[in-house]
């Protein structure tokens, strides 16, 4: 397995640093605009206008990249994090369910997107 | 930790306390820095969920909208703001560090470099702002 994790090393730490640029960009603005601004009725957008906003082949592009890159950016960190904490012995165990989070939440997300 | 490490035996691991995070202010802001990725994850996660309450109809969609307007979702976006804007700030500030810009012979400072992220980033949030604003 080692010689495995050599191997895909950078593939994902490749994936942890696209998705960090995108959550460093695109994820305050998101959160302002949807966390707080609608929520606290800064800005009232109604359901249909919404719903015919995210339908738009572009936003859909836009909001996979938003929502499915910063995952593996999670995913990298997490799997760390948590071998900091002292999981040494579990490296690739943690490897697997961080990164196979990641990949269900990106596989959702189409799965989501396609059904809007 | 006894955990058995049969993947890389041959690797040394120091024996630290699973708490060595906390006996320094930089190994602290270290662990911030990496648990901010938590929280970005968890909005977006709330964020993906708010688009599957769209697909099934304007009725779920503003259940799910009036959910989110309780002050313990209120907490939690404001918290996540304070994480990801720590998130966004260190890793604007590691570019420098990080990508070297030439511009023919000369490198541009790192300085200039992160100044630069930092525009970016702004004029990237406004417009997403202001294309929120005339398309919603």
Known sequence: MTSHNKTTEPFWWGLFSVGGVVAAF???????????AIPLGWISVS?????????????????????????YHWAHRFRFILEDLGLHGMRTPLAILCYGAAIVGTVLTIWVLLSL | MSAPRSE?????????????????????????????????AIFLVVLLVELYQLSRGPDA????????????????????????LYHSVTWFNLTG????????ERQVPPALVVAGAFAAWGAVSLAILLL?????
């Not at chain 1, 359901?47 to 929502?67: D, E, N, T």
């Not at chain 2, 989110?68 to 918290?79: D, Q």
């Not at chain 2, 560090?97 to 023919?104: A, E, K, N, P």
């Not at chain 2, 929120?132 to 919603?136: C, E, I, K, N």
């Open chain 1, 26 to 36: 695109l994820v305050p603005i998101h959160l302002i605009l949807n966390g707080l």
């Open chain 2, 8 to 40: 890389r035996a041959g690797l040394y691991y120091p024996k630290l306390p699973n708490t060595w995070w906390l006996k320094n202010p930089r190994y602290f802001r270290f662990m911030i820095r990496e648990v901010t990725s938590v929280f970005i």
């Open chain 2, 97 to 104: 560090v990080v990508q070297v810009v030439r511009v023919g």
């Open chain 1, 47 to 71: 359901p249909a206008s919404m719903a015919a906003l995210v339908r738009h082949p572009l936003v859909k592009i836009y909001l996979f990249v938003l929502i499915a890159l910063p995952l």
């Open chain 2, 132 to 136: 929120f604003l005339m398309r919603a």
């Open chain 2, 61 to 84: 969609y503003a259940a799910f909208a009036d959910r989110l307007r309780s002050p313990g979702w209120i907490l939690f976006h404001l918290v996540a703001l304070a994480f990801a």
